[in-house]
């Protein structure tokens, strides 16, 4: 049976999604699509629109940074076309995702976000969650946007050595 390249294409992105309790961000997926060499990055950006315009998957943006998860209509796409899906295939995803699983589940918990608020201010909001538990959420009022996206790129690089020192200050 031939299969349509992009029918495949969105049972992949479908697959990596179910196998993580994360959400996964555009540039993890990109990362292993494009690894492999499966398609082109302006193919996989369609795919990924195709499957949010059938709601088999949802987005959060979060900064610049794009956070996929599967919806209960995408699980079901899956158990009914998943074998679509070669064993060598899905032998690559579950490596992939189990070579870089702390690695992705690192980025998929650490979110920075900026905004400005009613009083001119720009308010960074810092957040770092391990299962679905806030860890640590910091807000940061500043008088500049420019000051914002800074903590904002600061926390994603250094959130464990901040974490880690108000633990220490606060024990």
């Given at each position: 049976m031939t299969q349509d390249p992009l029918t495949l294409?969105?049972?992949?992105?479908?697959?990596?999604?179910?196998?993580?309790?994360f959400k996964?961000?555009?540039?993890?997926?990109s990362d292993f699509i494009l690894e492999k060499e499966y398609t082109s990055?302006?193919?996989?950006?369609?795919?990924?629109?195709d499957l949010l315009d059938t709601e088999l998957i949802k987005a959060d943006t979060s900064m610049n940074r794009t956070y996929y998860s599967i919806t209960p209509e995408g699980q079901s796409t899956l158990s009914y076309f998943g074998n679509r899906i070669s064993d060598?295939?899905?032998?690559?995803?579950?490596?992939?995702l189990s070579e870089k699983h702390l690695e992705?589940?690192?980025?998929?918990?650490?979110?920075?976000?900026?905004?400005?608020?009613?009083?001119g201010e720009f308010e960074a909001e810092l957040a770092?969650?391990?299962k679905n538990i806030t860890l640590v959420s910091i807000k940061l009022s500043v008088p500049t946007q420019?000051?914002?996206?800074?903590i904002c790129d600061g926390w994603y690089k250094k959130n464990q050595q901040i974490y880690k020192y108000l633990m220490q200050e606060l024990f």
């Open positions: 294409y969105k049972l992949i992105v479908l697959y990596m999604l179910d196998k993580v309790k996964l961000t555009n540039a993890q997926i990055y302006m193919t996989l950006q369609q795919v990924i629109s060598t295939i899905q032998d690559e995803i579950n490596t992939f992705l589940k690192n980025e998929a918990s650490i979110t920075a976000n900026y905004y400005k608020s009613v009083s770092a969650k391990e420019e000051m914002a996206e800074i």
